[in-house]
């Protein structure tokens, strides 16, 4: 059976953005991204980046673009500079390797050996030897898939920094605030599609309203009744509602209208209210808003 991993997919990116790819697994990030690298031959469409086709220019376009892949293995024996220094030898310009471990902020670990670096240490060392050649183009597939905390907060620093200097990167990240905080603009693909493409917040100001009232009745009383959800839909100023387990989220752009008629609601059903709280609305209230489905950890994976 034939699968088209995408279909009709159609992006424009213009130098110096940071370009977000979002999608679950399966949704076709991972295979745009390797077609765009040259590791995957289109089996139809065009492709054209930094003005030049991979059937025509390869040589050249490996010298001007870095990536970093998913997951990169390197050999454990040899020391973070080595490691360096070996990818610098592969482009024919590129800045000094001093610098490199400066910019990603590993020049204290210059002497240690790769097997003794931690995951966020090594994930800056992919994105070091992707910086190698000085690309004009910087792929970063899932930078900070199963890093801690703060390996992820330095590894978007490290980002940041590429992005102020004009570099054009494509990122794809299965983290709403990751592509938040760091993209220009942002292509939610859904099944081989591009089902929204915009600034991170057009995309959220797309949805009806830039906050989201969440709700939630105590467990014992078994959650909010159907009948009462569907009646949210006639609630002033509210323009959607969807529930998220046993939690009701309600977009808006007035909360300050739509929390006293929900109160008067809840009291006049006498429901007892377990839970209330009044977020900005994220990306990922936009990508559950358009397909009904929602990132998860457990869901992640390559495709």
């Not at 745009?32 to 995957?40: D, H, M, P, Q, S």
Request: aromatic share 4%.
């Amino acid at each position: 059976m034939r699968v088209d991993a995408l279909n009709g997919l159609d992006l424009l990116i213009p130098s110096g953005e940071c370009f977000g790819l979002l999608g679950l697994n399966g949704a076709g990030k991972t295979t745009t991204i390797e077609i765009l690298e040259g590791l995957l031959e289109p089996s139809a469409g065009e492709v054209e980046v930094l003005g030049m086709q991979w059937a025509k220019h390869a040589a050249e376009l490996r010298q001007r673009m870095g990536i970093s892949l998913q997951e990169t293995r390197f050999s454990d024996k040899l020391r973070v500079i080595e490691t360096l220094q070996l990818f610098r030898s592969f482009y024919r310009q590129g800045g000094a390797v001093e610098e490199l471990l400066r910019e990603v902020g590993l020049t204290e670990k210059a002497r240690a050996r790769v097997e003794n670096l931690s995951g966020g240490q090594r994930q800056r060392l992919a994105v070091a030897c992707a910086l190698a050649g000085d690309p004009e183009l910087l792929f970063l597939d899932e930078p900070t898939t199963g890093l801690d905390p703060q390996s992820r907060l330095q590894l978007w620093e490290t980002i940041r920094c590429l992005r102020s200097r004009g570099r054009t990167i494509l990122l794809t990240t299965h983290y709403m605030d990751e592509a938040e905080k760091l993209c220009d603009r942002v292509a939610i693909i859904d099944r081989g599609k591009v089902i929204a493409l915009g600034s991170p917040r057009d995309l959220i100001y797309s949805i009806g309203g830039d906050h989201v009232v969440e709700f939630e009745l105590p467990a014992a009383e078994g959650g909010a009744p159907v009948e009462f959800v569907v009646s949210l839909e006639t609630l002033p100023k509210c323009s959607s509602f969807r529930k998220d387990g046993s939690a009701v989220l309600l977009t808006t752009t007035d909360p300050h209208v739509v929390i006293p008629e929900l109160l008067r609601r809840l009291q006049e059903k006498k429901l007892a209210l377990a839970r209330l709280i009044i977020r900005h609305a994220s990306l990922e209230d936009v990508f559950v808003k358009l397909t009904g489905k929602q990132f998860r950890e457990d869901e992640m994976g390559s495709n």
